[in-house]
């Protein structure tokens, strides 16, 4: 097992990386709080693991929620807040999420908000989950008119990362995971991009020990940057690369159709693709990200069918805009990323155009 934290003084939480730690009851009796608990899933998750971890925690309560991102709704997260509430829960409860980046951000929003906050344990279960949502403390739900637009910071007590159930996630998911691991490669660590381009193919074929080098390397990025700017006032902003794009792109699609790492994945392609155009980027440097992108199995362009007009207008939305002006995350150099408004509306309007698919 693989040890690493999330340094935030007395809020100071560890995530575990390792096979089999789903089961390990000692992991949760320390991270616990002293009153009940409710493990949050969904009816994909809960046929495959929801019975090892009921083992491992004794009788807990258990809400299995229906599966997928059109239902990291406010309605759902009301729905656990209403079963904590009859279920009688204090302050002293736990709320665990199983399950992917959906359940992790919904159940921890209700446990953000539930009696003003009580405590919280994240066991990831998709690769997207393990190496990004689940560590950080981001919460919240979608809203028709944008993505995550409902939601609080709130870190979980612990992160526990059992890799052995990577072995039932569709190779689809695999690659929404790629995305986000891509990311810190390209926002910050140019040695991990050096080291994914070269085991980009034993990543996809799932070989254990890339696989967990992967999430340790992607969480020890993750958890240094949360550190260092829990609330996003400033470098945090960074692990949004591609995803002002991206979130359009979800939005636009009324949520499900693409998954949020393929999203991410294209968004990433365009943001490379700007940078270009602002003469900051080497057009080698942004076909090579490209190429890795392509490689770990994501869509480099946005769908048909989405206008630049209407992806325009989603992305004046971004919780990023301040003072009425868009901010995205571009490129300067790969492993290098800053977070800008220093771009003309053309030069914007010139991306989306220049990456729209003809219909
Ligand atoms: N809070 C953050 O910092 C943060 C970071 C990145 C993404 N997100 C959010 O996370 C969400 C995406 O997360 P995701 O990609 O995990 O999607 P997801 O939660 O929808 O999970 C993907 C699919 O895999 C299934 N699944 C989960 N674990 C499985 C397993 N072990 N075996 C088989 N199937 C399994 C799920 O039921 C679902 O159908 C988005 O809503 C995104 O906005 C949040
Ligand atoms: O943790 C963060 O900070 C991130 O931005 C991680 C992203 O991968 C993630 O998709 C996050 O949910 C985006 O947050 P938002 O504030 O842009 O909605
Ligand atoms: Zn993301």
Redesign the pocket.
Known sequence: MQQLAVDLGERTYPIYIGPGLLAQPELYERHRGSGQILVVT?D??AP??LDRIVAALGEPETLVLP???AE?TLARTEQVLDRLLRAGFGRDGTLVAL???????LA?FAAAIYQRGIDFIQV???L??QV??S??G???V?HPLG??MIGAFHQPRAVIADTD??A???DR?LS??LA?IIKYGLIRDRGFLEWLETHMDGLRARKPALLTEAIARSCRNKAEVVAADEREGGVRAL?NLGHTFGHAIEAGLGYGEW???EAVGAGMCMAADMSVRLGWLGEDDRARAVHLIERAGLPTRPPRGLTPEHMRALMARDKKVVAGQLRLVLLRALGEAVVTGDFSPDTLSRTLVGNARAE
Do not use: M, Q, R
């Not at 399950?99 to 951000?105: A, N």
């Open positions: 969904n994909c998750v495959l693991y599966d997928g991102e990291k399950g992917g980046g959906v359940i992790g951000d921890g990831p279960t998709t997207l989950a990004d949502s560590v950080g981001k919460t919240g979608n993505k995550n159930v990577l039932t996630l569709p998911e929404a995971g986000e692990l998954l949020h790492g």
